[in-house]
């Protein structure tokens, strides 16, 4: 076993040499590991990469992180000149082991900037980095800047292969936003309540996915299954919770969009001619969002909470989302009685118009309609192919708070976790104290 710093040196060199020389053989590794080994026993390489799994025997660690740590703040000081291939090497050796060391990082950021490392591989570093430590909050701050700067150069590239040298802008964000949830989801899997994987999904959603109807539906379909089996996971549930909230924001936001382009043509006819164009798109983009059930997501949600609640008994979590989800639903069934109100709004004269802005209930409902941040939109009258659903037929409130009071005491009366019964009775003084408000 090396001792001396020479002999270190020659050992370090050789592991760096060889974990480049194992990307470059396959470089489709997908996962990173330790292999526990206390001391080297066999004269050969402690870098082991079998099918797409890569391995450092243990021994080695404590050789080569204290050595690639200092010589990269050596090079940061000044003191030690390293070159581009150097640098390269080094940083990817050390963040294997630490990834949460910004300055190696930082470096990565520089060589890409200056156009010497490909963004795409930093992303597959971080990838890697993310299977042995799936919370490191360095590696995902760093991995939001990369995908930062594909997005400011709109180069946005997928892996090159003869499918897809040609694809089209839209099908490659497409599929980096596929493969970003992809990484979170696994990371989600690989530690418990992972909020910084969780957190990702999000802002990869609101920067890459542009929070569509389309996408926000997709990610309440694909989580499904994943938050039924991980029944403690807040974080998975948290997300659902910004899914359900998000879309009801985004149809909101569309239909008032539609609304004010229809109010502005009706007073204002010799600008008709000239907004018909950008009219007919804003109405083509709110095609998708009128025709969201609301309700209906939101009445499944609480369906799969009831599922799981009944399920798997006693666990806090899955309480802490039903009361979020009811919080929901009893704020947009509040909603329905404003957006019959706005039908005869829009018809009626200007003076109205102006009138009802201003009356002390429609002041009142727009209060009731508040969803954490919802209410200046929602507070804009509109006339929507929705509300004339709506006003058709009413839906049915069948998760009202009667419901939720026959489920709290079908839960008492039949359970025997204590834990279970304790949960219960605190979603039941909660709900009095929500609806008393």
């Known amino acids: 076993m090396a001792e001396s710093p020479e002999e270190v040196a020659v050992l370090v060199q050789r592991v760096v040499k060889d974990i480049r020389n194992a990307f470059q053989r396959n470089p489709y590794i997908d996962e990173i590991g330790l292999i526990p080994c206390p001391e080297a026993r066999y004269n050969r390489s402690p870098i082991v990469l079998v099918e797409n799994k890569l391995g450092v025997e243990s021994w080695c660690v404590k050789f080569l992180l204290p050595y690639v740590h200092n010589k990269l703040l050596l090079y940061r000081q000044r003191k030690q000149w390293l070159n581009k291939d150097e640098l390269i090497d080094i940083t990817c050796t050390l963040l294997l082991l ?8 930082n470096v990565r950021k520089e060589l890409i900037l200056c156009g010497t490392l490909n963004p795409l591989k930093d992303l597959h570093l971080g990838k890697l980095a993310l299977t042995k430590f799936p919370k490191s909050p360095e590696t995902w701050i760093h991995r939001r800047w990369v995908l930062q700067q594909l997005i400011l150069e709109n180069s946005l590239p997928g892996h090159v292969t003869k499918g897809n040298v040609g694809a089209a802008p839209v099908e490659r964000i497409h599929r980096l936003v596929q493969e970003e949830m992809n990484v979170c989801c696994e990371a989600a899997g690989r530690y418990p309540s992972n909020y910084n994987a969780w957190s990702h999904r999000i802002w990869v959603l609101q920067h890459l996915g542009k ?59 010799s600008l008709q001619n000239e907004e018909e164009s950008a009219g007919a798109e804003a109405e083509a983009a709110c095609v998708e969002e009128q025709s969201v059930d609301l309700p209906r ?45 706005v039908v005869s ?49 009413p839906t049915q409130d069948s998760f009202g708070p009667e419901m939720e009071y026959q489920f709290i005491d079908n839960v008492l009366s039949t359970c025997r976790d204590a834990d279970q019964a304790r949960f219960a009775t605190a979603h039941r003084k909660w709900l009095v104290t929500f609806l008393s408000q």
């Open 98 to 105: 630490n990834p949460d060391f910004t300055t190696a990082w």
């Open 211 to 269: 929070l569509t109807v389309k996408v926000l539906l997709d990610e309440l379909s694909s989580t499904k299954y994943w938050v039924s089996m991980h029944v403690s996971d807040h974080s998975g549930f948290h997300y659902r919770q910004f899914l359900l909230k998000s879309l009801i924001g985004r149809t909101v936001t569309d239909n008032n969009v539609l609304v004010q382009n229809q109010m502005v043509n009706e007073q204002n006819p």
């Open 297 to 341: 997501h939101l009445e499944e949600e609480l369906e799969l909470c009831t599922e799981l609640i009944d399920t798997y008994p006693g666990h806090e979590t899955l309480w802490c989302h039903r009361r979020r989800v009811f919080y929901l639903q009893h704020h947009l069934s509040n909603r329905l009685p404003s957006l019959s109100a």
């Open 345 to 393: 709004s829009v018809d009626s004269s200007d003076e109205t118009l102006s009138n009802s802005h201003h009356s002390p209930a429609t002041s009142h409902m727009a209060q009731a309609m508040d969803v954490d941040g919802l209410n200046e939109s929602s507070s804009k009258q509109g006339y929507t192919q929705e509300t004339k659903r709506l006003k058709r037929a």
